[in-house]
């Protein structure tokens, strides 16, 4: 039943997160007290996306680094600056709002990429190390990140920072590929697929809540909000494709371009918006949260894409063999 119930939800993952914003804010009053769980439910998500990792996919992706490395230039050097870019040149002066879109592109890549990564065949091993180094170090890699393109402009607690992230983040991945190892595997394919429906019910209550602390901000649709909106969809959408064309520049196969653009393009939006609400004012939480309104739409998007290039890809390879 729960694993009909998960095959159920991943058919619905492009809406659960933009439909969990909808109920946040239009029932707020009904969610807004129950913050205090977010960071115990996200621990819990990270826990169980975290099952089926292993010191062993994790040393095999080290043998080959230079997709480890490519990716992480992508996730915390160009997107960064690229929000950073962006941010000024679209809302210059307006150092929370600049704040938030940068902090979208400076967290983690999202957990849920392995999600999409196994939907389209891609390089497993590879996302999970990914996944896993890149949480890692994100305790010293988003604040160092915020301090060197933000700097003072916002006020921002690193130390509080750096210890969310690790509590929430670091901690429970460690717990889960332990458990996993010790298992030898059985928490793969026993376990996982036991929480993984409750893992994807965490994830629309987190942002049901995140979607309820920002309300007063996005009940108010007008220019500006719009603006915000239409500015966090180019810059996540820019964020696939650019994974994407240095995945086929380097003329990489197939599972290792679609675990590239999925790792590459996507965050994990929710930890982002947990930051964002808990460390800073609450303006730079609304283009964290606009985020999830269409992460998930776009990963089925460029799901779709990569589907049907490799396929013409495939074909026009048997048709020049056939000549």
Excluded: C
């Excluded at 269409?294 to 396929?311: C, D, K, P, T």
């Amino acid at each position: 039943m729960l694993t009909t119930i998960n095959n159920q939800l991943e058919k619905f993952m492009p809406l659960i997160t933009p439909t969990s914003v909808v109920i946040g804010v239009i029932f707020a009053e009904y969610f807004i007290g129950f913050s205090g769980l977010i960071p115990w439910i996200f621990a819990f998500m990270t826990f169980a996306g975290s099952l089926g990792s292993n010191y062993s996919s994790f040393k095999e992706s080290l043998k080959h680094p230079l997709p480890l490395l490519i990716i992480f230039v992508v996730l915390h050097l160009f997107m960064p600056v690229w929000a950073w870019g962006v941010g000024h040149l679209t809302f210059s002066g307006d150092a929370e709002i600049i704040t938030g879109l940068v902090l979208g592109m400076a967290i983690p890549t999202g957990i849920s990429s392995l999600i999409w990564v196994t939907i389209y065949r891609g390089n497993i091993p590879l996302t999970l190390s990914i996944i896993l180094l890149d949480t890692f170090l994100s305790p010293f890699i988003v604040p160092f990140t915020l301090s060197l393109l933000i700097g003072s402009k916002v006020e921002m607690d690193v130390l509080s920072i750096m210890n969310g992230l690790l509590w929430m983040i670091v901690l429970p991945s460690i717990a889960g590929m332990i458990v996993n190892q010790l298992t030898k595997g059985k928490a793969k394919t026993t376990l996982s697929p036991k929480l993984a429906p409750f893992s994807k019910m965490g994830l629309g209550i987190v942002v049901m809540i995140n979607g309820a602390t920002v309300a007063p901000f996005l009940r108010n649709i007008d220019v500006k909000l719009i603006f915000i909106t239409l500015t966090v969809f180019f810059i996540a959408f820019t964020g696939y494709l650019l994974a994407f064309i240095i995945g086929r520049g380097f003329k990489w196969e197939r599972e290792t371009v679609v675990a590239l653009t999925f790792t590459g393009g996507m965050r994990n939006i929710s930890a982002g918006a947990v930051l964002a609400i808990a460390y800073f004012p609450p303006a730079v939480a609304v283009p964290v949260v606009i985020a999830m309104l269409f992460q998930q739409v776009l990963a089925s998007i460029y799901g779709m894409f990569v589907e049907r290039y490799f396929n013409r890809q495939i074909l026009a390879n048997g048709h020049s063999i056939q000549n």
